[in-house]
């Protein structure tokens, strides 16, 4: 299995998942972002700089906020591009059907 670090050095090199555009931080912005990262773990972000004259922010005080908006931890910030992690929750393992079964009888 892949390590944390590779996959996000892998994920800068890669175009970005989510691309905030001239409306800023939106609820919908947000949302896609939580679902990328419920899907992929590690999401890269891209905020063209009309996002950050209609926030009035600037680049890192944006990453934070949107870091913290997803529950993600923010691994870096290059220039006005942002990658954010969240690990994916695991799912409990279901024992088999005859185990089940057993349990009952019991």
């Known amino acids: ?3 944390l670090r590779a996959r996000v050095r892998r994920k800068y090199h890669s175009r970005p998942d989510v691309i905030i555009g001239k409306n800023g931080l939106t609820p919908g912005v947000i949302g896609e ?3 990328r990262l419920d899907r992929e773990e590690v999401v890269k972000v891209k905020m063209l700089r009309a996002s ?3 926030e009035d922010m600037d680049r890192r005080s944006m990453a934070e906020v ?3 908006a997803t529950g993600a931890r923010l691994m870096g910030v290059r220039g006005r591009t942002l990658i954010l992690y969240k690990e ?3 799912k409990p393992l279901k024992t088999p059907k005859r185990q089940r079964a057993n349990q009952r009888r019991r």
Request: no cysteine; aromatic share 0%.
């Open 1 to 3: 299995m892949e390590g």
């Open 33 to 35: 972002i939580r679902r």
């Open 52 to 54: 950050l004259e209609v």
């Open 66 to 68: 949107i870091a913290k």
């Open 88 to 90: 994916k929750p695991r």
